[in-house]
């Protein structure tokens, strides 16, 4: 596994004061995560703007442009440049004229945008529209509950940046035994997902219908979305997922574990693909 780039400075640690049960105290450091505005810029127009942790940008910017439908592929995209203002951070992503004309054409409905990115006059049509256009995964691959629950304990040892702030989520993608082959962190467990997105676009010749995601969130819908947009088959959720996404990812065909912890877990949807 290659280490986190740390992006925290000194200014990222803050002394505090620690209380204990009897009433004793004391001063200790801190190193707590950052988290920055971050613009995403199509084509010299901003789009959104999302409170994210500032590292794995360049997959941050691909993941998030798939994930909304703003992109179909890399080809899509011809550069990324990353911008530090005083303000924040500028993602500069330069998209084909057919993907810009219709991100144009979106945006016409929309008057706004919130954390799960539901806004806007239109934005129930919208939402379903999204869901029409996600692919049932034909996938007949199995998993071995011992590489899932193997996978699980190896998890907490992925996140870096968890362990010296703990304040982020992960992702990680896993291939059929359990071993990790992508790890990504983040302050918003929607950001982490996408930013492993980014990163499996770089991915040659591998067949994501046998791999699985692991998230160390609950599973909503829009993770769902997620793991429908990267084309694989098992979704594993730390924490509860949502009855929509239950009822989505049972509609996709793909399979989805929630409360996985402590060597257990639930599945809620297509069952048989664990062995």
């Not at 009433?23 to 190193?31: R, T």
């Not at 996709?252 to 297509?270: C, D, M, P, S, V």
Request: hydrophobic fraction near 40%.
């Amino acid at each position: 596994m290659s280490p986190v780039r740390l992006i925290q400075s000194g200014q990222s640690v803050f002394k505090s004061l620690a209380l204990k049960k009897d009433k004793s105290s004391s001063e200790v450091l801190e190193l707590l995560a950052e988290e920055t505005p971050i613009a995403m810029v199509y084509n010299g127009i901003s789009h959104a703007v999302m409170m994210a942790t500032p590292d794995d940008l360049e997959d941050f910017a691909l993941g998030f442009s798939i994930a909304e439908n703003i992109i179909d592929s890399t080809e899509d995209v011809y550069a990324v440049e990353i911008h530090t203002t005083d303000n924040g951070i500028e993602l500069k992503i330069n998209i084909s004229a057919e993907t810009f004309s219709r991100l144009k054409e979106n945006r016409r409905s929309l008057i706004g945008r919130t954390g799960c990115g539901l806004c806007g006059t239109e934005s129930l049509n919208q939402f379903k529209k999204t869901q029409n256009s996600l692919n049932s995964t034909q996938s007949r691959a199995t998993f071995s509950s011992d590489n899932i629950i193997k996978s699980l304990g190896k998890f907490s040892n992925h996140q870096l940046l968890q362990q010296q702030t703990g304040s982020t989520h992960a992702s990680a993608l896993c291939d059929n035994q359990g071993q990790f082959l992508l790890t990504r962190e983040d302050v918003g467990r929607h950001n982490a997902l996408d930013k492993i997105i980014g990163a499996s676009l770089k991915i040659k010749n591998r067949d994501f219908n046998t791999l699985f995601l692991i998230t160390s969130s609950r599973a909503s819908y829009e993770m769902v979305q997620k793991a429908a947009k990267l084309n694989v088959c098992l979704l594993v959720a730390i924490s509860a997922p949502t009855a929509l996404a239950v009822r989505l990812a049972n509609k996709l065909g793909i399979t989805l574990i929630g409360f996985a912890r402590n060597e257990k877990y639930n599945i809620y949807t297509h069952k048989d693909r664990i062995k």
